[in-house]
């Protein structure tokens, strides 16, 4: 456990790429195969299950530092990260223990799970006094289930193929699949990762295991750019973006498997799928979407058009582990095929996105399964005015694709060229009105903000200012009394300066604190972009909006001309 807490300092402490990789290598020398395998599931994105309460570790440490649990209130709210208040609370333990990553996590960490509360706490305790500070921090991020570190699975893969001599794409290949929790990391397995591989020999991946997806990079150029940017349209196919799950559908050995972005093992969840994918031949891995599709008539034509559903809807089915007749009705889910990685047991990846998209035809010709259309035009002035319908046909803008492009690894500009050119995010002007710290190197900063917007347009600058003063922000609102609503959290957009500058201004303003969290008087307004939104039954304002981020703060802008919820109204109508 020293090692690794020694390492999470280091990567905690840099925002330095090289940095990272490097500490990250030193850590792959000089660890253990069994406490590398466990530090290679954590830092990849794996995800520990809280087994202590939140309360109950609040409660402990508090007996343990024999403190009020008002002090111990205090200190969170200026530290603003609850393991670090209570690995600082604690009092000096004993020697630090030498039990390292793989031990702790085996033999203490996940024997806690279904043992009674008074045994967890009781355990939990004793190991803090064999930790240190940082082990202590460490410790209860695990037991908490609130475990992040700031390093990218790409910057593992390339720390790992530094450390073994192997090619970081090899790497990249042996580790999907691998912070799948239904699998317990080993030394085996973690010696796969990194054994060395005869030069020219191309490995075959396990029956179910998937390839690395290929990620896109956003273009930002206006359309008069492109030509120069990217070149004639001639030379790419373009397709539309879809809001779903990016899915890989394997069919080998007559077993099938789906497979998320997040590279989490997804078939149970999907058996309209699985059955779709019986069908297809042995050796056959598609990318694609996956979507939950309504067939709607067209209210002038009366024709039968399908189209994708708002991304809420598939999430009911993200988040049921029973899926009702009820549930499987009213989201019936599809995939969207758009690339082929494997056929006939041979990996394709390395062919051209023309070529792979022949075959993929080829292939799914006179089945069910949807095939994502690619779109025409002359110039790409002409794509820029089919993109404007983005929004009518429930789509997020174009995919780009050069048809010369192999199947790359990752988000690099290396290889292959992808490019997602989406429709520009709705905005709306808000006020912020609570504030949080962040995480990490952020933890004293407040970052974490939540967002309102009038119930109703103030009747002028007076009024406005009134309720700031006064912090009328009832919810539900009253109607006809002027409050502020809150609707949406956000914590990225900002540069680091901004953020410092935002959060002296919340020190000043701060009317009561709750924990961590902070009501702030209105002061400030932001625009804030969003992908989408929708109703929800969840959110006091009705309304919830999909991937909120800061676009600016609004300094010119006064607070009586902060947007509405009426607003919002009308952006869910469009």
Not at 43 to 70: E, F, H, M, Y
Not at 191 to 199: M, P, Q, R, S
Not at 224 to 246: A, H, N, Q
Not at 270 to 285: K, M, N, Q, S
Request: net charge neutral; hydrophobic share 40%.
């Amino acid at each position: 456990m020293k090692r690794f807490a020694r390492l999470f300092s280091e990567l905690d402490a840099t925002t330095s790429t090289n940095e990272k990789v490097e500490a990250l290598t030193r850590y792959f020398d000089e660890a253990p195969a069994r406490d590398a395998a466990w530090a290679v599931y954590f830092l990849a994105g794996g995800k520990p299950r809280q087994v202590v309460k939140t309360g109950a570790l609040v409660s402990l440490a508090c007996n343990l530092a024999q403190i009020d649990a008002w002090l111990f209130d205090e200190c969170y709210q200026q530290v603003g990260d609850l393991a670090e208040t209570i690995s600082l609370v604690l009092p000096r333990g004993n020697e630090p223990s030498d039990v390292g990553l793989a031990e702790w996590v085996e033999e203490r960490l996940l024997p806690l799970r279904g043992l009674p509360e008074e045994e967890v706490a009781r355990r939990v305790g004793t190991y803090w006094w064999e930790l240190d500070t940082l082990g202590r921090f460490l410790l209860t991020k695990l037991v908490g289930g609130g475990f992040r570190v700031g390093v990218s699975k790409l910057l593992v893969q390339r720390a790992l193929a530094a450390h073994a001599g192997v090619d970081a794409k090899r790497v990249a290949q042996r580790m999907m699949g691998y912070t799948d929790g239904k699998v317990v990391p080993s030394p085996e397995r973690y010696e796969a990762l990194i054994a060395k591989a005869e030069e020219g020999v191309v490995e075959q991946p396990d029956a179910g295991q998937p390839y690395p997806f290929f990620l896109a990079h956003q273009l930002d150029v206006p359309p008069e750019l492109f030509s120069s940017r990217l070149g004639p349209v001639t030379d790419w196919m373009v397709e539309w973006k879809y809001d779903g799950i990016r899915g890989q559908v394997i069919k080998r050995g007559g077993q099938v498997w789906i497979w998320s972005r997040g590279e989490e093992l997804v078939t149970d969840r999907f058996p309209e799928i699985e059955a779709l994918a019986r069908t297809l031949p042995d050796g056959t891995v598609l990318d694609g979407e996956i979507l939950v599709w309504k067939d709607e008539a067209d209210e002038e034509t009366g024709e039968v058009v399908g189209r994708p559903a708002p991304f809420a809807l598939l999430q009911q089915r993200i988040g049921r582990k029973n899926l009702t007749k009820k549930i499987l009705a009213d989201a019936p889910v599809s995939f969207m095929a758009y690339d082929l990685l494997e056929q006939g047991g041979q990996d394709v990846r390395a062919l051209p996105q023309g070529e792979r998209r022949s075959r993929l035809e080829a292939l799914l010709a006179g089945t069910p399964f949807r095939l994502s259309p690619v779109e025409r035009a002359g110039s790409w002035f002409d794509f820029a005015r089919v993109r404007a319908q983005s929004r009518e046909r429930g789509v997020e803008g174009f995919m780009l694709k050069r048809l010369d492009a192999a199947y790359g690894t990752g988000r690099t500009k290396a290889e292959g060229l992808w490019w997602k050119w989406k429709i520009d995010p709705m905005t709306i002007d808000c006020v912020l009105v609570y504030a949080q710290p962040g995480h990490g190197r952020r933890s004293s900063v407040h970052t974490d903000y939540t967002f309102a917007v009038w119930n109703r347009p103030p009747a002028g600058k007076e009024e406005a200012e009134e309720v700031a003063q006064k912090m009328v922000r009832k919810e539900p609102p009253v109607p006809g009394e002027l409050q502020l609503v809150p609707f949406a959290k956000a914590y990225s957009g900002l540069t680091d300066e901004e953020f410092r500058e935002v959060d002296a201004l919340i020190r000043k303003t701060t009317i009561e604190k709750f924990g961590p969290v902070r009501s702030v008087r209105p002061t400030l307004v932001f625009e804030l972009g969003f992908e989408g939104i929708q109703r929800s039954g969840r959110h006091r304002s009705g309304i919830a909006v999909r991937f909120p981020r800061m676009l600016r703060i609004r300094h010119d802008k006064p607070l009586h001309e902060a947007n509405t919820l009426q607003d919002l109204e009308r952006l869910l109508g469009s």
